[in-house]
Nanobody, 123 residues
Framework: VQLQASGGGLVQAGGSLRLSCAASGRTFNIYAMGWFRQAPGKEREFVASISWSGRFTSYADSVKGRFTISRENAKNMVYLQMTSLKPEDAAVYYC?????????????????WGQGTLVTVSS
């Protein structure tokens, strides 16, 4: 399984970005999907996750109400719509795939990882 994240860039505080994650290869191994982020000098942290059906989602408290995770299984795509961005949202964002369908919030529970896409938020 390969995951390719894209859509990062430079945005002003208060702005929006949409991240995309394309899955390829043995995608039938992937069920729940998630987004994590890692800022310089900090540990990788959970941002959002979504079940295979899309019915169940989970968000970090810091992004609730501002970020929305979604997926299109027919296209093997997962998205993260980010609005009202803050300087503290700046990080490398990673998409991840799990072989189970439980909404997961810890990096160790994900088997597959993309390469990351950089989000920079200017104040």
């Amino acid at each position: 399984v390969q995951l390719q994240a894209s859509g990062g860039g430079l945005v002003q505080a208060g702005g929006s970005l949409r991240l995309s994650c394309a899955a390829s290869g043995r995608t039938f191994n992937i069920y729940a999907m998630g987004w994590f982020r890692q800022a310089p000098g900090k540990e990788r942290e959970f941002v959002a996750s979504i079940s295979w059906s899309g019915r169940f989602t989970s968000y970090a408290d810091s992004v609730k109400g501002r970020f929305t995770i979604s997926r299109e299984n027919a296209k093997n795509m997962v998205y993260l719509q980010m609005t009202s961005l803050k300087p503290e949202d700046a990080a490398v964002y990673y998409c991840a795939g799990a072989t189970g369908d439980t909404i997961l919030g810890t990096p160790t529970e994900y088997a597959y990882w993309g390469q990351g896409t950089l989000v920079t938020v200017s104040s």
